[in-house]
């Protein structure tokens, strides 16, 4: 596998580090040589250049790259250069870093892999605010569908997955019992501590939780 990376600051490198224990060969670009990490590492290609410079995209290998980060500290520079690395150079996985939320969703709608640290360090802090019993654990593609999981209480003993299902809002795709995962039919019967996995649509989840635990109490 082969990454590459524009700005290499502390987010380039709490990633290398984890991804050199891989079988990954990074190669990093930045105008300031003296951020690079040591040179002995073969697994390492580092480049002194402005990303946002075609030739040295070019010259760095980006056309046979798996993956780019756009990772500077600009939101502006990494649009375009995301940009030019999914249109120009067609690496199949972009991923662009930014800080501005309504850019991330603007741009994550006309299909760029965007990744905001301000959502995701806001999105961190509530959840350590706010207690949450549905956990919302990923997007499914461009769409506002997200995969959630939560575990049943006493409330929840002798339903069945219908009876727990919301039509047009959430729906049961699997259940973990003990150490059994199952795919449950309509009216398998649930039990205390059950982990379930589902896909609600993020707008619902708030309230969803309030129908499956709050009404319950």
């Known amino acids: 596998m082969k990454i590459m990376m524009a700005g290499y600051g502390a987010l380039g490198s709490f990633l290398t ?3 050199l224990q891989k079988e990954i060969h990074i190669t990093l670009i930045d105008k300031n040589p003296s951020v690079f990490p040591s040179p002995d590492n073969k697994k390492i290609t580092c480049i002194t250049g402005d990303a946002l410079d075609k030739d040295v995209l070019k010259k760095a290998g ?10 500077t500290d600009n ?3 990494n649009l375009m250069i995301s940009q030019m690395a999914k249109g120009i150079f ?3 996985t972009v991923i662009c870093r930014l800080e501005d939320e309504k850019k991330a969703a603007i741009y994550s709608d006309l299909g760029l892999d965007t990744v905001c640290r301000t959502t995701l360090v806001g999105e961190k802090i509530l959840s350590m605010i706010i207690k949450s019993e549905i956990i919302v654990k990923y997007r499914l593609g461009d769409s506002s569908a997200v995969g959630v999981e939560f575990n049943l209480t006493s ?3 002798g ?3 219908q009876e727990i299902e919301v039509k047009g809002v959430f729906r049961i795709g699997g259940v973990m019992r003990e150490s059994s995962f199952i795919i449950p039919s309509p009216d398998f019967v649930l039990e205390e501590g059950d982990k379930i996995f589902g896909t609600a649509y993020l707008e619902k989840v708030a309230e ?7 009404e319950t109490q």
Do not use: G, Y
């Open 159 to 161: 339903k069945t997955v």
């Open 75 to 77: 939101d502006n520079a």
């Open 17 to 19: 580090d984890i991804l």
């Open 90 to 92: 067609q690496v199949p």
């Open 208 to 214: 969803l939780e309030n129908r499956l635990f709050e």
């Open 155 to 157: 409330s929840h003993r």
């Open 62 to 71: 980006i056309e046979d790259m798996e993956f780019f980060l756009a990772l």
